[in-house]
Structure formats: structure tokens, C-alpha cells
């Protein structure tokens, strides 16, 4: 009998596993996240270009190592990839649909958020897994679909708390999880979790990496 139920495990930064019947998607194993992060995916999303979500030598040993894992990204990615790996690379953007490792997966947004008006910014797309959970890169994107869990990126150079705040309460998910946490020190989080748990309007949370929760 097959397990309908979904598994989220939490990996360094903003890079997570979602596992369903033995089949693993991986969003963002860039390079802060562990060194096996996609070790074992079947597939792969990234967000975007920045380091932190894209590690081009992880995934290039992800893909030889299995020739059947694919990778869902953007044109900036996908360019780097896509010449040594035909067929394997797709190109996605806004509004797109596909399925990665069994699951649904809707793209939502375009631009990265801004960091400084003298810095240009950059395309960055979110990922809405099996209907439910919303990755979104580095934006603050509100997907036009109901969202039960959020994938909150908490601390980063284009962020500030009432914006993360702000962004929980426009989504209303039904639960947030940390991500983009890396340097978010031990002293500030209870912070985090204070405010964001008090004013966010909705079920918040955190997760050590390599811990799991079940959706």
C-alpha cells in the first residue's frame, strides 16, 4: 500500500527534502547546504543563480552520479547546466506546471527581491509542491493558490523582520517554517520566534537540519 502522506525535511539554509512513497524532489541544495543534500533525489528545483541556492558542481555530480534525476530551474540556471545534460534540464518560469519525483509542482513569480536599488536584480521563481507547500526563493511572492505550509525565509541581506511579518500574514498559510536561517545566529532566534509567532497570525515554527515533519 502506498504512504499518501508527504515528508518535509529541513537541510541547511534554504535547501529542503520532500519525500512521498519512496521517491525524494530536493529545492535548493546550494552551498551552504550539506555536502549529500541532493544525494538520493530523484529531482531538483532551484530558485535562482546566488550561490546559496545554486551549487553548480552538486548538481553536476547529483546528475552523473543518477542518470535519471532531472532538474526544474530557471533560464540563468538551466544555461549552466542544460549543454552537458540534454533533455535532463528543464527551463521553467512563471506560471508553468510540471511533476518532479510524483508531485505536482506550480512556479510562481519572476523577480528576485530587491537587496539595493544599486544592485540589479535578478530572476528568482518559488515552487508550490503538491498543492501545499511554498518554497519561495529569495521574494517575498504570494502565490494566487491557497498555501498550507510556507517555507519563510527569516533572515537575509534583502529582509527585515516586519517584512517577514508582513509576508506571513499576506500568504496566511497554515503553518511557516524557517528557512534562509544559515546566519541567523542562536541568540536572535528566540527573537524570531517570538515576534514572528505572535504577529505572524499562524502556526510558526522552526527545524534543526536533518529534522523532518510530516504534512
Known sequence: ???????????????????????????????????????????????????????????????DADPAVQVWT????????????????????????????????QVHGELHAVIHPDIPRITNIGFLVDGSVFHPGDAFTVPDHPVDTLMLPVM?????????????????????????????TDLARPIYDTQIGSLGGTDHGRLTPGDATLL
Not at 519525500?19 to 541544495?29: F, K, M
Not at 541581506?157 to 497554515?174: A, G, H, Q
Open 1 to 63: 500500500m502506498n504512504d499518501s502522506s508527504l515528508t518535509l525535511t529541513k537541510k541547511i539554509h534554504s535547501c529542503v527534502r520532500l519525500e512521498r512513497n519512496g521517491r525524494t524532489l530536493v529545492i535548493d541544495p546550494g552551498g551552504f547546504a550539506e555536502d549529500d543534500a541532493a544525494v538520493g533525489a530523484d529531482a531538483i528545483l532551484v530558485t535562482h543563480e546566488h550561490p546559496d541556492h545554486f551549487n553548480e558542481a552538486r548538481l553536476r555530480a547529483a546528475l
Open 74 to 105: 530557471l533560464r540563468s540556471v538551466a544555461e549552466q547546466l542544460s549543454a552537458a545534460f540534454p533533455g535532463r534540464v528543464h527551463t521553467v518560469g512563471h506560471g508553468d506546471t510540471f511533476t518532479a519525483a510524483g508531485l505536482d509542482v
Open 156 to 184: 537575509a541581506p534583502w529582509n527585515k523582520i516586519s517584512e517577514v511579518i508582513d509576508y506571513v500574514r499576506e500568504v496566511k498559510p497554515r503553518r511557516a517554517i524557517d528557512i534562509h536561517d544559515a546566519l541567523l
